[in-house]
């Protein structure tokens, strides 16, 4: 059983989105690295589960950073196929077991209030890894840490009108459905292209994450449009891949008929871009564990924390820039 913790939730400046949890009858835990199990600080992990190479560095570096050493219990609840309600489950299971703060990543951006009300009466604070959730503006979690989606991808956008300053006909590979980023990468794409008339939407598809699925979906959309297409913006890493199979299949060569931008900057797509298969890799940093951990440390301590915290990311326009990133590439 964790330290026990209570907790006054106290709305720190609105003006400042910041959140603060006043801290009472602490004892132990975050801030006391290393003490026995019942000082450990317990973290009830809502995670996803296996969608793709991301998604297990993410989910890999919050549990190497999570550690007893370091005074915590990390619990990791990874969905059941991507399904909510399993998540849902889990998230009840943490309030009633009364851990000391939750990670949620959700599978789907609506449909939390009921469990963040529960958290919230249990006085345990929620801290969002990722993934948004709808209504955003609510107090029922403490803050957000993600890279800016809409800023990743509002840079693949750029990169686009760079690339064809008299414009292009482009397709976009989508997320699943309902998921917050999948909007969030939508609006930032839309809000650059959408002031350049010479880009033309084709249209757009979820591939739902995978390479089999971007594959059959744009080898279709390739046949009924007369292979007249310029641009793929994959929201993801794995759909770009499987772009440019649909591209090759096609008889056509990938970073010169089609140009394909994605999302994540994982390994394999370094690599594509690094022969030229890929011609642009907006990173979507995955490894934030360490932030995590001082945010909880910070809000289990009673400090205020901004409502959405930035995770700096990087991104990769040539072969050269990412053979060089390549060696040191952590996923
Ligand atoms: O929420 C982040 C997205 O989820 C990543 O871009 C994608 O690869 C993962 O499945």
């Given amino acids: 059983m964790s330290a026990t913790r209570r907790f006054t939730q106290v709305l720190g400046l ?27 600080t317990t973290v009830g992990f809502v995670a996803v589960g296996p969608e793709g190479a991301w998604r297990e560095a993410n989910e890999a570096n919050i549990q190497d950073t999570f550690t007893k050493e370091a005074g915590f219990d990390l619990k990791y609840a990874p969905a059941t196929n991507l399904d909510q309600k399993s998540q849902i489950d889990a998230f009840t299971s943490f309030v009633d077991e009364g851990v000391d703060v939750i990670l949620l990543s959700a599978t789907e951006g609506s449909g939390w209030e009921d469990s963040l009300e529960r958290a919230q009466e249990a006085e345990i604070p ?15 979690y403490v803050t957000r840490i993600a890279p800016d989606n809409n800023e990743v991808s509002q840079g693949v956008a750029d990169w686009a009108v760079g690339a064809f300053p008299d414009g292009a006909n482009y397709f ?5 459905a309902g998921v917050s980023v999948v909007n969030e990468r939508n609006e930032g794409w839309d809000e650059v292209i959408g002031s350049e008339p ?3 939407k084709v249209g757009a598809q979820t591939a739902n994450w995978s390479t089999e699925e971007a594959k059959s979906v744009f080898e279709t959309v390739l046949k009924s ?12 890493d794995e759909m770009g891949l499987g772009a440019i199979q649909a591209v090759e299949e096609a008889g056509l060569v990938p970073g010169v008929d089609v140009k394909i931008a994605t999302i994540d900057g ?11 298969k890929l ?26 924390v901004d409502s959405y915290i930035i995770v700096p990311s ?7 820039a990412a053979a060089e990133a390549l060696p040191d590439r952590k996923f």
Avoid at 284 to 303: I, Q, R, S, W
Avoid at 314 to 320: K, R
Wanted: proline content about 4%.
């Fill in 172 to 176: 976009v590979l989508e997320g699943p």
């Fill in 279 to 304: 011609s642009f890799v907006a990173e979507y940093n995955p490894l934030f564990g360490e932030t995590a951990l001082d945010v909880v440390n910070k809000v289990l301590d009673g400090e205020s």
């Fill in 266 to 276: 994982t390994k394999a797509a370094l690599e594509a871009l690094a022969d030229n």
């Fill in 126 to 140: 929620v801290i969002l890894i990722d993934r948004g959730i709808e209504p955003d503006d609510t107090d029922l």
């Fill in 225 to 236: 449009n007369n292979n007249d297409i310029q641009v793929v913006f994959a929201q993801n």
């Fill in 14 to 40: 609105a003006a400042a989105g910041a959140l603060a949890f006043g801290l009472a009858g602490c004892s132990g835990g975050a801030s006391a690295a290393g003490g026995g199990d019942d000082e450990l």
């Fill in 198 to 200: 010479s880009f033309v």
């Fill in 314 to 320: 990087e991104t990769f326009d040539s072969p050269e």
